[in-house]
């Protein structure tokens, strides 16, 4: 492992020598690819140089204390020493986690989709919060947000709704939201003052474009119609509306907030491309389930995964059994705590696994 991080550590020093050498790329995009590398480089070699400066403290402490008879250079050494010894475990944990493989879809843009569940209205009501929760997260990261099909209700709810998700790590930190979100609330029209228990289900997509999962066009159905919506919220109504059938598996998405027909087709047909390619993933996780089943969750649809309990005030995720009494913060957005939380048990599941 030492010569692997030393190599690194090899290739990050011949790669700023580059960049610092303009003569030697001369290609300004030559220039961003080797940035893009350097920068990539950059954590695991900090951390690499962290474990060496305290192993290398940790050696001239024990030296310093198997050779000096002074009383005060062996105390500064043992003191010295100790302290290597605390920040070791944690500093090569931390380089050991940077080492993980990566989800090659983290930096990918993601399709979301929220479709009302068990509950009636209330469940439709639920997943018009869940969308506002995600937008005003997505918000306060610097993500665009882009809707591309919604199914309102006359009261506001919506019974499904996509959208689109762009910005640098977007999949990284919403993966982890797949599976059935669960409300215990009392509803407006709730006269007895009961909690009613309804549900909602969210989907993560990470999109991929027809290149990397290609479509067949002789097995796709693409019908035209008239947009609508519950009273005409959000979407225009113009013929432009799109609707996609995939005939083999029965996939069907619709498209219907731009005012392009073109640009309907060719999200729908995204969209319907990043479904099909997530079905094979599952596939593939299926069949190896027995070898993975990590404390954050399969992120299957059908998994319940969170609980958001208004009168308590609390928010619970039972994949790592986490709660949280804040549920108005996460409703307006604050999500990082669970995403963070979700993130570390994810990187624990694999370390485990790393390590046999």
């Known amino acids: 492992m030492d010569e692997k991080l030393t190599q690194i550590e090899d290739k990050y020093l011949k790669l ?13 995009a030559v220039c961003a690819a080797l940035a893009k590398e350097q920068k990539e480089l950059e954590p695991v070699v900090e951390a690499w140089r962290q474990v060496k400066r305290l192993r290398a403290s940790a050696d001239e402490a024990e030296a310093v204390l198997a050779g000096e008879d002074d009383p005060e250079l062996r105390t500064l050494a043992q003191e010295e020493l100790e302290a290597a010894r605390a920040a070791l475990p944690d500093a090569e944990l931390a380089l050991k986690t940077l080492l993980l493989p990566k989800d090659p879809n983290d930096e990918k843009n993601v399709i979301v989709e929220i479709r009302a569940g068990v ?42 709704i996509s959208f689109i998700v762009e910005g640098a790590g977007a999949y990284s930190r919403l993966k982890f939201e797949s599976g ?38 002789s097995e796709i159905r693409i019908d035209v119609f008239r947009s609508s919506g519950a009273g005409g919220q959000k979407v225009n109504k113009t013929s432009s509306a ?36 997530q079905a094979e993933r599952d596939k593939q996780d299926a069949a190896r389930a027995d070898q993975r089943r990590s404390q954050v969750g399969s992120g299957m649809r059908n998994e319940r995964i969170r609980t958001y309990n208004f009168p308590q005030g ?17 409703m307006n957005g604050d999500l990082d705590e669970i995403i963070d939380a979700l993130v570390t048990a994810d990187q624990a599941e694999r370390l485990k696994e790393e390590n046999g």
């Not at 580059?18 to 030697?24: I, Q, T």
């Not at 709730?190 to 997509?205: C, D, F, I, M, P």
């Not at 059938?245 to 969209?271: F, W």
Request: some cysteine; overall charge negative; proline content about 3%.
């Open 16 to 28: 700023a020598a580059r960049l610092e050498d303009p003569a030697s790329y001369g290609d300004p």
């Open 180 to 217: 059935v979100h669960r409300v215990q609330r009392v509803p407006e029209t709730e006269t007895q003052g009961r909690v009613h228990t309804s549900t909602a289900t969210v989907a993560v997509l990470p999109e991929v474009d027809q290149v990397e999962f290609k479509l067949d066009m």
């Open 314 to 330: 609390r928010v619970t995720d039972h994949r790592i059994g986490l709660t949280l009494y804040k549920i108005d913060a996460v």
């Open 242 to 277: 799109i609707r996609v059938t995939h005939i083999p598996t029965g996939t069907v998405v619709e498209c219907q907030d731009e005012r392009s027909q073109y640009k309907n087709k060719e999200r729908a047909l995204s969209i319907l491309a990043s479904r099909l390619a």
């Open 119 to 160: 509950g009636g209205e209330e469940s439709a009501l639920f997943a018009a919060s869940l969308y506002r929760m995600y937008t005003m997260y997505a918000e306060a990261r610097g993500w665009k947000i882009s809707l591309a099909n919604v199914s309102e209700t006359d009261l506001g709810g919506i019974k499904e």
